[in-house]
């Protein structure tokens, strides 16, 4: 295989070489293949050539139907065979992943049409995979033991046998079992709570495979934003621990939908713990000979962490709509923590006597200071209550306290931004009101280029957008009349977004009740894995599709998607994220709500446009296009342009 796509002539510069095929590959070699010549696609293309040139981060806003992951992947492909290094391609979830390459996706159209050998590996989340620790939990306690038997004896048979393994592959995507529903598929899924290094199993292990397997791409490695952001935050940590990086040296960074890219940066950044976890992890230092002192810390600490989660569930508060409880920060609560974190210090200081008296397993042992550490960081966030962001959810054993810090501004700019190669921010949405200072602003970036175009699409004859009134009192039964009328308008066909998985399970209870759908099919997200759910309902063309994560990416041209039913405007939810969001704006609706919704909004609606034939409808079913004339004209300002918003179906 020749390395590049085109005869390069190392005496001059690479990348206006790289710059000239593209614009090749778009005058000549895709329109005899029959695609169409965007100009929006060729200004993209030139200004990518900067990005790559000068090394720098570049907002790449480009509207639906602009081709830009053509673009991206293009540049991409060929900087990771020039610096021998593969480029990353971090999409917003898993789900996004698979339509980037499922087999009509852009990667396989290039493959095709330009005759290129592209080597795209997989490097997905570790909870997408089977735990066979958690699977082997299921079998013996759950009442669906006999599924997750017949699970177990179907998985590849070095699973199995202790015998060293002589050829061995992945395994166990939660792809691979799109029977299981996400409550399902949560009992036997890796968790932030498995113990990964001290698995007797990890080396048979689906997702230690897929790394092994993933590594050696030469030319791109597609994971989620949340991986991507893991692969930083862990990488010191796994290096002191003797562990390769989840992720290998790269060229390149390419964020779809990068306006997510703080929500995963937060997540990935933050810490979670439970008593029960904690206890378990703390009395392995008990399995060897260890001196009085720190056997009583030992001790202390157990007992502090119950008292401090005692606490904390006095201190939890229920937010309606969400799993996730708030927690009252009061003085109680800070010196329960305060204790513990004291104790912790203790634990550490004589740790470092036990190491030299070699009496512990030095394995066990860095493992356990590895994880105090980490604990130390999350917790020192209480000593500045301004700087932290945490939540409690319930769980069959117990309290769950998660920790993240309020902003990734300092993480980002010391270990993504200055690492000087291209990182590309691909998204239709990522200015607010013109400007990329939103989006800028949250993730610390002070320096880049950045260049918006909009859609090559006819939206006035392609688009009808409807916001018709509710009646006061009954909203939801108002939502569900007209709803209906659409289905029936379009005869199924249609995405509804919902803000909320309780919105989604509330309309699930009152659809099936409805007899004029009994024919249609509906598929729910959360039912079965979310790509099936998505392959089958662009097969099955007269299906609906329901779905809460989905605002973003889903990319069904054709009939199957004429009708795209918005239930609620998508403003953040009244979790602890946004409510520390908004405690920190002096104009918290302006600053945090609006543009949040306003970008999701422009996302859901860029849903039903995907190519120049398509045709449909939008409908916003939202009870504050009426009572609020501000966001009313903020919604009007997303829409398409030549799109009006009618009121009457």
């Known amino acids: 295989m020749e390395r590049y796509p085109f005869e390069h002539d190392p005496s001059k510069p690479f990348i206006p070489q790289v710059g000239d095929w593209v614009a090749d590959v778009f005058y000549d070699l895709l329109p005899a293949a029959g695609f169409e010549v965007r100009d929006e696609q060729i200004y993209m293309a030139f200004q990518l050539e900067r990005a790559f040139a000068e090394k720098k981060a570049i907002f790449a806003e480009a509207g639906v139907g602009t081709g830009k992951t053509l673009v991206y992947l293009l540049y991409s492909i060929c900087y990771a065979r020039y610096t021998r290094k593969p480029a990353i391609i971090a999409c917003a979830d898993e789900s996004l992943i698979e339509q980037l390459v499922k087999p009509e996706g852009d990667i396989a159209k290039l493959a095709q049409h330009l005759s290129l050998a592209i080597d795209a590996r997989l490097g997905k989340s570790p909870d997408q995979y089977v735990c066979l620790v958690k699977l082997d939990q299921a079998r013996f306690s759950d009442e669906l033991g006999a599924q997750w038997e017949d699970l177990y004896e179907n998985l590849p048979d070095f699973v199995h046998t202790p015998e060293p393994m002589q050829k061995f592959h992945a395994y166990g995507d939660r792809k691979n079992y799109p029977h299981l529903n996400d409550e399902q598929w949560h009992k036997i899924n890796w968790d932030t709570f498995q113990d990964c290094f001290t698995c007797d199993r990890r080396h048979r292990c689906g997702q230690t495979l897929s790394r092994e397997y993933y590594r050696h791409s030469t030319d791109l490695i597609i994971c989620s934003h949340d991986y991507y952001m893991e692969h930083v935050w862990t990488f010191e940590g796994r290096k002191r621990e003797g562990q390769l990086p989840l992720l290998p040296d790269h060229c390149a960074v ?291 599709l329901c779905a809460v994560s989905l605002w973003e990416g889903l990319d069904v041209p054709g009939p199957s998607l004429s009708n795209v039913i918005i239930w609620s405007l998508p403003f953040p939810p009244q979790d602890p994220v946004f409510m520390a969001k908004r405690n920190a704006s002096a104009s918290p609706f302006e600053e945090v709500d609006l543009p949040h919704m306003l970008l999701r909004l422009r996302q859901g609606i860029g849903r039903l446009i995907r190519s120049s034939s398509d045709q449909g409808i939008i409908a916003i079913l939202c009870e504050e296009l009426q009572q609020n004339a501000a966001v009313r004209e903020h919604v009007l300002s997303v829409m398409p342009e030549g799109v009006a918003l009618q009121e009457t179906l």
């Open 254 to 544: 390419v964020f779809d939908e990068g306006h997510l890219l703080e929500s995963a940066a937060m997540k990935a950044l933050g810490y979670k713990m439970k008593h029960v976890v904690f206890e378990e992890l703390i009395l392995r230092l008990l399995h060897g000979t260890v001196r009085e002192p720190l056997a009583v810390l030992i001790d202390e600490a157990i007992e502090q962490s119950e008292i401090m989660f005692d606490v904390l569930g006095q201190q939890s508060e229920s937010i309606p709509g969400s799993d996730r409880k708030h927690i009252h920060l009061n003085d109680q609560l800070l010196r329960e923590v305060h204790r513990f974190r004291s104790i912790l210090t203790a634990i550490e200081e004589e740790l470092v006597f036990e190491s030299e008296l070699y009496t512990l397993d030095d394995y066990q042992l860095r493992i356990v200071e590895e994880h105090i550490e980490m604990m130390q960081k999350a917790l020192g966030l209480f000593e500045n209550s301004e700087a932290l962001i945490c939540w409690a959810t319930d769980s069959e054993d117990g309290l769950t306290l998660s920790i993240m810090p309020k902003t990734v501004k300092e993480v980002l700019q010391e270990r993504v931004f200055s690492t000087k190669m291209p990182i590309i921010f691909s998204s239709a949405t990522l200015s607010v009101d013109g400007s990329f200072d939103y989006v800028a602003d949250s993730l610390g970036l002070e320096s880049y280029l950045s260049f918006s175009v909009n859609s090559p699409y006819d939206y006035e004859h392609q688009m009808k957008a409807f916001a018709p009134k509710l009646a006061s009192g009954e909203i939801f039964a108002g939502k569900m009349e007209i709803a209906g009328q659409l289905l029936e308008r379009t005869n199924g066909r249609a995405l509804i977004l919902f803000r909320t998985h309780e919105e989604l399970q509330q309309f699930k209870q009152q659809i099936s009740k409805d007899k004029r759908h009994a024919s249609m099919t509906f598929y729910y997200e959360g039912d079965q894995e979310i790509s099936y759910l998505i392959s089958a309902f662009q097969r099955d063309e007269a299906s609906v």
